[in-house]
């Protein structure tokens, strides 16, 4: 019997209009663009700003997007994964809510939630589903409104991050490509460093907790700057050797869109040339878990068939890792991203 493998068969994206620059920031803060710009790499960030409007509107546009790309019909979608550190609500999961949504009547669905590294994570889970041989079409989605959870009279965290979704179509295959490898790590050393204080079951919401805007990311900068570094070229590292690559064998590797100083220091570490990075921090900021699939929406009309991708992440937990992809088509220029901004407009 032919081993099954999970091959990336198209991708589908969605950015907010609103679009909020560095000069915008700098009157809610006491920041300008030049630090914004040295120290973290951000010129603007797009901002879901509509009311009544959360995750899982992104995601159905993102998603959307990509059935129609792959021509597939809401009957054949058997699973749907979201990657979410921001749903719509506590529960129902935001899955399934986008199930309902696109019209999904056969497939099951739920969240995933490891913050940063989530689509990472997801998308490893789902080529598991396919290599199960139970599983023909999956959507994964990374999703965040990131705006939802900053606050923005911090001026240590509200000029990092945006609002984005993106997805990827994973269908089987018995050729050589798709997800081929994955290193995926948790070690729980950061909670005390990158967390939402309350919330959740241990501090329930409360007058107090809204007072003290405790409903917000809090982050030791230079620490998880340290960890994100040595763990995401750690893993990467890994994958190479594991899957014997050389440097000049790999086409692109795809970062976490977290800060350009760690995008740099974790491709210097690796001897990858920048020409081989994908980089659109500039443009979006972090925006989570949608981070590695919107690289990918951005930059899909320069893959082509073979070409060997690293995708790596880091995020609060802490939880990190790298997989490596093989892409399994040619992508048609009329697919790129440029195109795509123009289908993320249609409902």
Same mark, same amino acid.
């Given at each position: 019997?032919?081993?099954?493998? &999970?091959?990336?068969?198209?991708? #589908?994206?969605?950015?907010? %209009?609103?679009?909020?620059?560095?000069?915008?920031?700098? !009157?809610?803060?006491?920041?300008?663009d030049e630090w914004i710009?040295? @120290?973290?790499?951000i010129k603007e960030r797009r901002i879901l700003n509509e009311e009544g409007r959360g995750t899982s509107y992104m995601a159905r546009k993102a998603a959307k997007q990509l059935m129609q790309r792959t021509k597939s019909d809401p009957e054949d979608i058997d699973l749907?994964?979201?990657?979410?550190?921001?749903? %719509?609500?506590? *529960?129902?999961?935001?899955?399934?809510?986008? $199930?309902?949504?696109? #019209?999904? =009547? @056969?497939?099951?669905?739920f969240d995933m939630q490891a913050v940063c590294s989530g689509f990472l994570y997801a998308l490893e889970t789902g080529a598991n589903f396919i290599r199960s041989g139970n599983y023909k079409k999956i959507i994964v989605v990374g999703a965040d409104k990131m705006s939802s959870i900053i606050d923005y009279t911090d001026r240590a965290t509200c000029p990092i991050f945006g609002d984005g979704a993106a997805a990827f179509m994973l269908e089987p295959t018995t050729e050589d490509y798709g997800v081929m490898d994955a290193v995926l790590r948790t070690d729980g050393k950061g909670l005390p460093f990158l967390h939402i !204080?309350?919330? #959740?079951?241990? $501090?329930a919401p409360s007058y107090y907790t809204m007072d003290n805007h405790m409903h917000y990311i809090y982050q030791e900068g230079r620490t998880v700057f340290?960890? &994100?570094? &040595?763990?995401?070229s750690s893993a990467c590292e890994s994958i190479i050797e594991r899957n014997h690559l050389s440097k000049d064998e790999l086409a692109w590797v795809i970062p976490h869109q977290a800060n350009q100083r760690i995008i740099s220091a974790v491709t210097q570490r690796l001897e990858v040339p920048s020409e081989k990075v994908?980089?659109?921090?500039?443009?979006?900021?972090?925006?989570?878990?949608?981070?590695?699939?919107? $690289? +990918?929406? %951005?930059?899909?009309?320069? *893959? !082509? =068939?073979? %070409?060997?991708? +690293?995708?790596? &992440?880091?995020?609060?937990g802490f939880a990190w890792g790298a997989v490596y992809v093989k892409w399994g088509y040619d992508s048609d220029t009329s697919s790129s991203a440029k195109s795509g901004q123009n289908l993320q407009k249609t409902e």
């Open positions: 019997m032919e081993q099954i493998n &999970a091959v990336i068969t198209g991708v #589908g994206g969605y950015v907010p %209009d609103y679009i909020l620059t560095n000069d915008e920031i700098s !009157k809610m803060v006491d920041t300008t710009m040295g @120290r973290i790499g749907v994964i979201v990657a979410t550190t921001t749903p %719509d609500y506590r *529960l129902p999961s935001t899955a399934s809510i986008l $199930c309902e949504r696109l #019209g999904l =009547k @056969r497939a099951f669905a !204080k309350a919330g #959740g079951s241990v $501090c340290k960890y &994100a570094v &040595a763990n995401m994908m980089v659109n921090i500039e443009r979006y900021g972090n925006t989570s878990a949608a981070t590695l699939p919107l $690289c +990918i929406w %951005d930059f899909e009309n320069k *893959l !082509k =068939k073979g %070409d060997k991708l +690293i995708f790596t &992440a880091f995020g609060a």
